[in-house]
């Protein structure tokens, strides 16, 4: 990489070897295989074929590896063409023979690949649902229960048990590569649940494609039907198929894929621009128990309601130093007063735009907004209310690791809202908690709080935090900027949190787990 400043050549950090090949592609070539699987991932395949008795390769097999490349759906504009030029060149009449002939290795090759998708993504904290991407994981998953029940292989393969080992085959064959995983004690019980959920939907399933066809009244199904179906009632290609006996359209999961990309959230909307002012300095972290503070004034502005509606209510204050806690990460703001130009204000709303701190009054300034630039004022903070949300928000870390140690290390943070009356936890769980999970929960949590596990707050570049403490600490989602504030409770949990927090765990009080429930599929509220 060339020093944009010198002009001179330094070496990067991560050297790898770019060919604009996978490096599986030369063992491949030497070995002649028909495919870069067999190299690559040796064992699943044999596993497989020794449960079924059967060959994952056979003659046709061997001719259609070299022209499968040409089956590309983005690359050709006859798909029809190609298959039957790809099925005479390998001896067969058609594209249906041909089809016949390699569907016993094309479906143990998609166990085995699909299965070895699962297990990373699952490992890697994904969960299968109904919901968003784990829609796809679901749908993978479910496409291997399919296939080795169509073929009568479920049975020969082992049922679950089979199943199971073939994760663990998987497992075994990615230790040579990249070293042993740690236990994941969830991942059994994850499989066994998608699977009890696929055999009790296949009714549903039925109903709801009958009910499809019949408004139809006769007319073929086209590709964007089936992109509907999908779409609206989470139904995968492979059940539509296997339920109203129709071959999957060629084009489907490119047009898929391309409907998956469309799909973006819209950006939060702006209604203050504080790219011109300083940042605000938060001695909310520097010094959390001091609630009452001096400041200047760095700017007044107009609210704005949505829809950048004005109200021509001058009573935005922007502070150089602030202790008001903004409403950020899903914890509720500070409340307190500013006495501004002899008069005490109501300081009602505090929000961070930008890099500056707003502070909304309970009123307008009267006078106009630039006599108030660099007037000195006067803070409270409301203790009480500060030293709740700071209970509750520590609480939230508590409760989260406390879940994860019961229920397993599929557990993630899917959402957290820290109030003064209560605090709720939304993570990734497969079913609703039964009430003994609930009391395994609250007993850890409060486990924790007894043990008094000291708390640090500190600051660290992002890249040291990563290797540090591992990916696990973005419960919050990823965050922006080249440093992290992590919030560490000594031997329990460790995240990156920019909220207010204890310094021990004994500073929260015991914990009530008041309720849970299931907020969608895959979601659990506690």
């Given at each position: 990489i060339t020093d944009a400043t010198t002009g001179e050549f330094e070496p990067l950090k991560v050297q790898v070897i770019d060919v604009g090949i996978g490096l599986e592609r030369i063992p491949w070539l030497i070995t002649g295989c028909a495919t870069s699987y067999m190299t690559t991932y040796p064992h699943a395949l044999d596993f497989v074929s020794?449960?079924?008795?059967l060959p994952f390769t056979n003659a046709t097999w061997e001719k259609f590896g070299p022209y499968s490349c040409l089956l590309n759906m983005d690359e050709v504009d006859d798909?029809?063409?190609?298959?039957?030029?790809?099925?005479?060149?390998?001896?067969?009449?058609?594209?249906?023979?041909?089809?016949?002939?390699?569907?016993?290795?094309?479906?143990?090759?998609?166990?085995?690949?699909?299965?070895?998708s699962v297990l990373v993504a699952v490992e890697d904290g994904s969960l299968p649902s109904a919901v968003g991407g784990a829609s796809n994981l679901r749908n993978v998953l479910r496409r291997v229960f399919m296939l080795l029940h169509k073929n009568g292989w479920w049975d020969k393969l082992g049922g679950m048990k089979g199943l199971?080992?073939?994760?663990?085959?998987?497992?075994?064959?990615?230790?040579?590569?990249?070293?042993?995983?740690?236990?994941?004690?969830?991942?059994?019980?994850?499989?066994?649940?998608?699977?009890?959920?696929?055999?009790?939907?296949?009714?549903?399933v039925k109903t709801t494609l009958n009910a499809f066809v019949k408004k139809r009244k006769g007319k073929p199904l086209t590709v964007n039907d089936w992109l509907e179906i999908t779409r609206s009632f989470g139904i995968s290609a492979d059940s539509i198929s296997a339920t109203l006996n129709l071959p999957i359209p060629d084009k489907y999961f490119?047009?898929?894929?391309?409907?998956?990309?469309?799909?973006?959230?819209?950006?939060?909307?702006?209604?203050?621009?504080?790219?011109?002012?300083?940042?605000?300095?938060?001695?909310?972290?520097?010094?959390?128990?001091k609630f009452s503070f001096d400041a200047k004034i760095v700017a007044v502005m107009e609210r704005v309601e949505a829809m950048n509606k004005k109200t021509g209510e001058n009573s935005i204050v922007v502070l150089d130093s602030t202790c008001?806690?903004?409403?950020?990460?899903?914890?509720?703001?500070?409340?307190?007063?500013?006495?501004?130009?002899?008069?005490?204000?109501?300081?009602?709303?505090?929000?961070?735009?930008?890099?500056?701190?707003l502070h909304t009054l309970d009123r307008p300034l009267p006078k106009a907004p630039e006599s108030y630039v660099g007037m000195a004022v006067h803070g409270e903070v409301?203790?009480?209310?500060?030293?709740?949300?700071?209970?509750?928000?520590?609480?939230?870390?508590?409760?989260?690791?406390?879940?994860?140690?019961?229920?397993?290390?599929?557990?993630?943070?899917?959402?957290?809202?820290?109030?003064?009356?209560?605090?709720?936890?939304?993570?990734?769980h497969f079913a609703a908690l039964t009430e003994d999970l609930e009391q395994q929960i609250e007993?850890?949590?409060?486990?924790?709080?007894?043990?008094?596990?000291?708390?640090?707050?500190?600051?660290?570049?992002?890249?040291?935090?990563?290797?540090?403490?591992?990916?696990?600490?973005?419960?919050?989602?990823?965050?922006?900027?080249?440093?992290l504030r992590v919030v560490n409770i000594e031997g329990f949990d460790t995240e990156a949190c920019c909220g207010t927090h204890c310094d021990n765990t004994s500073q929260v009080g015991m914990i009530r787990l008041i309720r849970t429930h299931r907020l969608s599929d895959?979601?659990?509220r506690l």
């Open positions: 020794q449960r079924l008795g798909i029809d063409a190609v298959w039957q030029r790809v099925a005479t060149e390998c001896g067969c009449a058609d594209k249906e023979a041909l089809l016949k002939e390699i569907a016993p290795a094309r479906d143990m090759y998609i166990i085995c690949d699909h299965t070895r199971l080992e073939l994760f663990d085959v998987h497992r075994q064959e990615l230790a040579l590569l990249y070293g042993p995983a740690p236990e994941y004690k969830s991942f059994n019980e994850i499989i066994e649940v998608e699977y009890q959920r696929w055999l009790t939907t296949d009714e549903k490119s047009l898929l894929a391309e409907m998956n990309e469309q799909k973006k959230r819209a950006p939060p909307q702006q209604l203050y621009d504080t790219t011109l002012l300083p940042a605000t300095v938060e001695t909310f972290y520097t010094e959390q128990l008001f806690y903004p409403n950020a990460g899903g914890q509720d703001n500070d409340l307190g007063t500013l006495r501004i130009d002899g008069e005490l204000y109501k300081m009602v709303y505090a929000e961070k735009v930008g890099k500056a701190i409301d203790k009480d209310r500060r030293i709740q949300l700071r209970n509750h928000h520590t609480a939230t870390h508590i409760v989260y690791q406390s879940a994860r140690r019961v229920l397993g290390p599929h557990v993630w943070q899917h959402g957290a809202k820290k109030t003064v009356d209560e605090a709720h936890l939304d993570i990734t007993a850890e949590a409060n486990r924790a709080v007894r043990e008094g596990y000291p708390i640090t707050k500190a600051w660290m570049p992002k890249e040291l935090a990563e290797k540090t403490y591992g990916y696990k600490l973005y419960q919050g989602g990823v965050a922006a900027g080249k440093e895959g979601v659990v």
